[in-house]
């Protein structure tokens, strides 16, 4: 096995020494931001792939980071730099790998390097050290995916080892008192959230959220991504965010990404403390309503699409804290009507009846 972890640390340096010689070519942009308290490092060779890769971090933006980060990313344009990738056969670490249908995921024997292949683009994370390292073929072949959610698979990866625990689902804030919008993809988690945030709510994330518990058992919820993904045919009752949305590419993608960052940056935050569920149900009538939920309910809402959904799947450790946070906090009904002016009001109730419990 010893050979075999040696292999792959070697495969791992290859890749780091081939960024190295990308960003000597063509430069590298550089970004420090914070996620969750852990300070980020971004370096990006290649002027169009740095503009795509760090528009989705940019509202995390952290100019005191002079220091050593906890994570370093590094990566690099094949085409603008003319450094070539790594040869097929040395591409991912010795060990395991899982085929996820449009990706491919890959482990060390000893699981310190997992690399993630998707769209003619393939990333390592060493998860000792805190580093993640790769290439993208082209910067103007990037997948909406790879434009609105970067690295999610790794990142998701990464979070975990730090006991932050990844959930499929909107969140929004006001008043420094979160609501969390859990549920499968079409369920009206992104209309909610933007249609909140277009009404003055503070926008933490879509559909990717990371929870946090803290000493006391409360729950934060942090957000990682200033983009988020909406049906191309709803993108019209976004007028406020649309100017900076990256259209889809027709069949394959029929979603367009909106770079909130870049459109309402002052509304966007890094996390809130979480006081209520709000499951969002789109219903056939013009009306936007509210109603109870039960526990049952939540956990058959947020545990399937959050275990069985999510690339990389979760394991007992997330189930579990998704159970603490069902037992600890309020859920209800957000059923979704064609009138989404209604839904912040709604979702105002719900503030409201937190409050008076």
Known sequence: MRVTEDESAQRFAAVSDRFARARDR???GELRFRFADHDVRLRVAGGALTDALHAPFAHLAANDGEGAPQLAIDLWDVTESGVAQ??????HPSGSSWDLGDSLLAMSADARFISHAARRSIAWLDRRDGRITGWYAD???LSLHQRGKPLQTLLALWARDRGLHAVHAGLVG???????LPGRSGSGKSTATLAS?????????DDWIALDRRADGTHVGHGLYGTACLESQHAEHFARLHPQTVAANGAPEPKSVLLLSQTVPERLARSVPLCAL??????????TRVRP??????LLTIVPSSIFTMSPRGGRGDAQRMIDLV???PAYWLEIGRDMRQIPRRIDDILRDVDAS
């Open 197 to 205: 945030l277009q009404d003055g709510y503070t926008y933490i994330g």
């Open 86 to 91: 790594p040869p097929a056969e040395l591409a």
């Open 293 to 298: 939920a039960s526990r049952r309910d939540a």
């Open 139 to 141: 910067a103007a072949d």
């Open 26 to 28: 063509c430069g590298a």
């Open 327 to 329: 037992e600890q906090l």
């Open 278 to 287: 709000a499951l969002p149900q789109v219903v056939d009538r013009v009306e």
């Open 174 to 180: 006001r008043s420094g008192r979160g609501v969390l």
